[in-house]
């Protein structure tokens, strides 16, 4: 987990927490394609397009471990016996030597063929970008928009043209038909040579689909219906065997899970959890007064000291937390937004959420009659825990956290008051820790449990 914090409120105002979980709706559902690899497809028929002697094609597919093997996820290629076979294939393969690799293959009119295969395993049952690139000369293989080692076989002398035949999502005619069990998500053709920098750029977007070059795109995000739509307007598919529609968990860049403001002991504090993350290099978060303000250019950016830290590349759920330091007037309702930063300069913009701040009871401090510690929660926790405490009138205490050798490994000392002391141990091993709370006539141990 993340974890920024700021100073403390000077205002103090009275208890209250609003905890507000995201439900589905508040961001933008994204939708794919399920084949079964029994008799799923997407029938393009027989696309027009012209591939000339260069051309990329792109999309992200997702593969469970029985999917099939050797078999193509997208594929426009003309075979007949006896007769050249020109066009393209992407696949993936399962034998003894491919071991689900990659395998982009282009042959020309000629029947003279050109083929990429990468060097290591695409993974599975984690959605992969992959991008099949052929320069009229060579091929290649980019994997979530990294260019793949691989092997190169065969050569071209001729353009690609356009086959005379149909062109197939998860299905291959070669002699026989071919069905592979894959999902499938933003399938792009280009009649152009795409850089590494265009692919990474444009890889966890959506088109227009009048981008200069694009001559396919089916964003397969109708959820419904039996037509997969071209956005081009020329190759409309049609789904054959019923493949199936389905809430697509990525492929953007940051799949958040939930999203919630509370606010506590004169603070403003945000929690967000994401299940996945890919090339995600940080967080700004943004908070506005109205649920507007972020689209007005009315919002102020809280994290003024630079980029939330994000987590890179993970299929493992993230948690991160973060403490408004801005005033906040009581009666008063703000807006606050995230934006997740890609590795190569794109954003995403999540929210808004509400918090409404009470009006203020008075301006006295509250002094507990007794010294109580609570515990801490949650429990287990990885890596932020949240230990809860009052002191009584007229006297101070220390919080103590504790190894299980006895050894002190933080110590913070507190006035009378309610507190909430937010401990985070991303920087310790998993095992047994020790809290105690001291004043002048109070002592208590408590045990928690840090697991990672």
């Known amino acids: 987990m993340k974890n920024v914090l700021g100073g403390k409120m000077k205002v103090k105002l009275c208890f209250f927490v609003l905890f507000l979980i995201i439900v589905q709706g508040l961001f933008a559902t994204n939708y794919c394609l399920y084949f079964d690899g029994i008799s799923d497809l997407v029938n393009c028929g027989d696309a027009n397009i012209n591939y000339g002697d260069s051309f990329t094609v792109e999309g992200w597919i997702k593969m469970p471990d029985e999917w099939g093997g050797d078999r193509s996820w997208i594929a426009h290629w003309k075979w007949n016996s006896g007769s050249p076979y ?3 294939f992407f696949r993936i393969g399962n034998t003894t030597v491919e071991n689900d690799k990659a395998y982009f293959a282009v042959a020309d009119t000629d029947g003279n063929s050109l083929g990429f295969q990468t060097d290591a395993s695409i993974q599975k049952n984690v959605w992969v970008h992959l991008a099949g690139v052929y320069t009229g000369t060579n091929s290649y293989i980019y994997v979530n928009g990294n260019l793949a080692a691989g092997t190169q076989y065969g050569s071209t002398n001729g353009t690609v043209g356009n086959p005379n035949q149909n062109l197939y999502f998860a299905y291959e005619y070669w002699i026989g038909g071919m069905y592979m069990n894959v999902s499938i ?9 795409r850089t590494q920098t265009e692919i990474q750029n444009n890889m966890y977007n959506e088109l227009t689909g009048n ?5 396919g795109y089916w964003k397969l995000n109708e959820n419904g219906g039996v037509t997969a739509f071209d956005s081009k307007g020329n190759n409309d598919g049609t789904l054959v065997g019923l493949p199936d529609w389905i809430v697509c968990d990525s492929p953007l860049p940051v799949t958040l899970s939930s999203f919630t403001a509370d606010y506590s002991n004169g603070s403003s504090n945000l929690c967000w959890t994401t299940q996945s993350e ?5 967080w700004n978060v943004y908070r506005g007064e109205s649920e507007t303000a972020l689209e007005n250019n009315t919002s102020i950016c809280l994290n003024n ?17 973060f403490q408004d330091q801005y005033p906040v007037l ?15 300069g794109e954003t995403e913009n999540y929210g808004p959420i509400s918090l409404s701040i009470p009006e203020e009871e008075n301006n006295t401090p509250d002094h ?3 010294t109580i510690l609570y515990g801490n929660h949650p429990n287990p926790f990885n890596p932020l825990t949240n230990i809860q405490f009052d002191i009584k009138e007229n006297e101070t205490g220390v919080l103590y956290i504790f190894n299980l050798k006895g050894q002190i490994i933080e110590s913070q000392r507190f006035n009378s008051g309610k507190h909430d002391y937010l401990w985070n141990a991303e920087n310790f091993s998993s095992g047994v820790y020790f809290y105690k709370l001291q004043t002048e006539s109070f002592v208590e141990l408590k045990k928690m449990l840090l697991l990672k």
């Open 330 to 344: 009581e009666n008063s309702t703000y807006w606050y937004w995230l934006e997740s930063v890609s590795g190569s």
């Open 305 to 321: 000291s630079g980029l939330i830290p994000g987590a890179g590349t993970t299929t493992e759920p993230t948690d991160y937390s």
């Open 368 to 370: 507990p009659s007794e």
């Open 86 to 88: 020109y066009g393209f």
């Open 211 to 215: 981008e200069q070059g694009l001559v």
């Open 278 to 282: 890919t090339n995600n290099l940080g």
């Open 185 to 193: 998500d933003e399938i792009r053709i280009w009649d152009d040579v």
